[in-house]
């Protein structure tokens, strides 16, 4: 009996296993969990999603030919063998859309890839540099940003365009609204890099003699980079919107390219005859639009603990 009493008092007077400490989440990690749980999140990555397969792999959708025409079928209503029916040339409307996917979004990401460059070379230097290498950059930004966009861009891309009968005109398109649309990214960067520079650990790699270059690279763009995604994401919605508006204004693409502009463009011209070849690309694009600021909306949402 002595036995057991000893054993369970024992027992009972055993330190219990400390418990491990929760490992802190980042602000990346509080984020996700905040999107995972936005239905709108999900329904404009779906969009998004779409649209991007669409753009890269249109033959999932369908295996007519956008050029494949035939004016004995002009302006015949949708059907089985048509769902979207068929334009004015008698070229069928659904495969058109589909195909018309890919050059609308190559031109958006293109347009991005341009201003992505040149709103982080302005914004870093600005930012981080300050004084008189600031007031010049911050200046130009301005400038840039007093344009009026579209009709800049109508300059631009009537100017750039080389006249070629061969060319699509996209080069034109990608310029024009990369070197008109990088200012308000470019803004961000900048205020984003004024916050950073002063932070700690910036003022530690500073004293351990890292170079500005490798500050800038390692240090202060990681900090940079989420605002900026935002707005990138956000902008490739509207420069899609942009190459549609310049194709449909007649200095966008052109010739053989297939677009959703150009859909929308020749389309408009019959409404009266038939309204489905320009019902179909203008409700494309307006989803398209609609679903990457939509995402970016919330994904902005989510990295702003301000606006949870």
């Known amino acids: 009996m002595s036995d057991v009493k000893i054993e369970s008092s024992t027992s009972s007077t055993a330190p219990a296993t400390p418990a491990k400490p929760e490992k802190a989440r980042s602000l990346f990690d509080d984020a996700m969990r905040e999107l995972v749980h936005r239905p709108l999140f999900w329904i404009s990555l779906v969009l998004v999603v779409l649209v991007l397969t669409m753009a890269a792999f249109p033959g999932l959708f369908t295996s007519v030919s956008p050029r494949a025409c035939s004016l004995a079928n002009q302006h015949l209503p ?35 890839a341009v201003t992505t460059v040149l709103a982080f070379a302005f914004g870093m230097v600005s930012g981080y540099f300050g004084g008189w290498a600031d007031a010049i950059l911050s200046r130009i930004i301005d400038i ?5 966009f579209v009709l800049a861009a109508v300059v631009f891309a009537s100017r750039f365009n080389s006249g070629s009968g061969t060319d699509t005109g996209m080069t034109a398109v990608v310029l024009a609204i990369g070197l008109l649309g990088w200012t308000t990214a470019a803004r961000v960067v900048r205020a984003s890099v004024i ?22 690279w390692r240090h202060i763009l990681p900090n940079a980079l989420a605002p900026v995604v935002v707005i990138l994401t956000i902008s490739l919605g509207a420069f899609i919107s942009a190459e549609a508006t310049l194709t449909f204004l007649g200095v966008g693409l052109r010739g ?9 463009d020749s389309a408009q011209r019959h409404f009266r005859e038939s309204i489905w070849p320009l019902v179909f690309p203008a409700s494309f694009l307006a989803l398209t639009v609609l679903g990457f600021i939509m995402l970016g909306d919330v994904i902005r949402d989510a990295f702003d603990p301000k606006l949870r």
Do not use: E
């Open 144 to 148: 840039v940003l007093g344009i009026p």
């Open 195 to 216: 916050s950073a520079k002063n932070q700690d650990y910036v003022a530690a790699a500073r004293m351990i003699g890292a170079s500005h270059l490798r500050i800038m």
């Open 256 to 264: 053989t390219a297939v677009s959703w502009g150009l859909d929308i």
């Open 78 to 112: 949708p059907s089985k063998d048509a769902w979207f029916g068929y334009d004015f040339q008698g070229c069928d409307v659904y495969s058109r859309t589909i195909y018309g996917a890919r050059a609308s979004v190559m031109v958006g990401f293109l347009g991005v």
